[in-house]
């Protein structure tokens, strides 16, 4: 019987699976985020709302804020901007966008400044803050925490439906009794350029830790005589209608401590912002400390063990 004749093979055809793609790792899915998907803004209401600003477009009220990242907390790290004081200009320049372009950060009003600054610090480190203060009672010194939401119960919005004469017009009290005729000032709320340019024409170049001028309860508090003197040369602007600044100075140097008070008065008594006053225990004797400032030390821009704040 003759052998069955061997049939070729046939070749099998098998479909290849497609090439697997390699996944897309977590890291690669983070770096291809924007910086603002993963640092959004986010809009907050100014104290001032707006209303005393030049700027139509700032005259909204709204900025938008976010937190520092580390590139930002790597520029407050340098001691040389640090000792100039220009930590919180660089703060709100990066994290606070305004709604004019043209509008300069130096120009928002102080109690704006002040309030971006400790809602930013909040927004990126937490609302715990730890400082070191000496008692001036037993002179121990201690660390001590705050929560920076207390802060937030002190903030003086403007009423929206008021209409604001602005600059705000003061009637000084002992002048317009001495003359027999009343005297009105011209006066506007002080600015971060105000400050900024007081200090350098008070150190110039000479590094030295910019000085503290905060709107409070108790009115501006400043370091001496001169600073109050500066800030109100800056912020009366017409006598009577008089804007002729070499005699407003002039004026300023001869105003009387009851016309100073009222000054004082005025400009604390509607000016939006935050007040900062708070009053502490002694750790150690349990006197109270205060009412002072509530102290803020470079730290308070980046982060540290205790959690962006320290010595």
């Known amino acids: 019987m003759p052998a069955k004749k061997k049939q070729p093979k046939q070749t099998e055809f ?28 986010e809009e907050v209401e100014l104290p001032s709302g707006g209303k005393f600003y030049d700027s139509e477009l700032m005259q909204t009220g709204v900025v938008k804020v976010r937190a520092m990242n580390l590139a930002i907390e790597k520029a407050l790290a340098n001691q040389r901007l640090a000792k100039s004081g220009q930590a919180l200009d660089i703060m709100l320049r990066k994290c606070v966008q305004l709604p004019d372009p043209e509008f300069e950060h130096l120009d928002l009003l102080i109690g704006d400044r002040y309030y971006l600054m400790f809602l930013i610090r909040g927004i990126t480190f937490g609302n715990e803050y730890d400082f070191t203060l000496k008692c001036p009672s037993c002179g121990m010194e201690g660390m001590y925490k705050y929560d920076l939401n207390d802060l937030f119960n002190t903030i003086k919005k403007v009423d929206s439906d008021k209409d604001y004469e602005y600059p705000i017009k003061v009637r ?38 910019r000085r503290r001028f905060e709107p409070t ?37 001869k105003l009387h401590a009851k016309d100073l008070a009222v000054i004082n008065e005025a400009i604390t008594e509607d000016q939006p912002g935050i007040d900062t006053t708070i009053m502490v225990e002694c750790m150690h004797c349990g006197e109270q400390i205060g009412p002072i400032m509530l102290p803020i030390t470079d730290n308070f821009f980046r982060t540290t063990p205790s959690g962006g704040s320290g010595k």
């Open 14 to 41: 098998v479909e290849e699976d497609e090439e697997e793609q390699p996944k897309e790792s977590v890291l690669d899915k983070i770096l291809s985020m924007s910086e603002e998907e993963i640092n959004p803004w």
């Open 172 to 209: 000084l009290p002992y002048l317009s009794d001495l003359l027999k005729t009343d005297i009105y000032i011209g006066l506007r709320y002080p600015t971060g350029r105000d400050l900024d340019n007081i200090f350098q024409s008070k150190f110039g170049k000479r590094a030295k830790p």
């Open 217 to 253: 309860a108790d009115g501006i508090q400043t370091d001496s005589n001169d600073d109050i003197s500066n800030i109100l040369k800056k912020c009366i602007v017409d006598v009577n209608g008089d804007t002729n600044p070499i005699k407003l100075a002039q004026f300023i140097d």
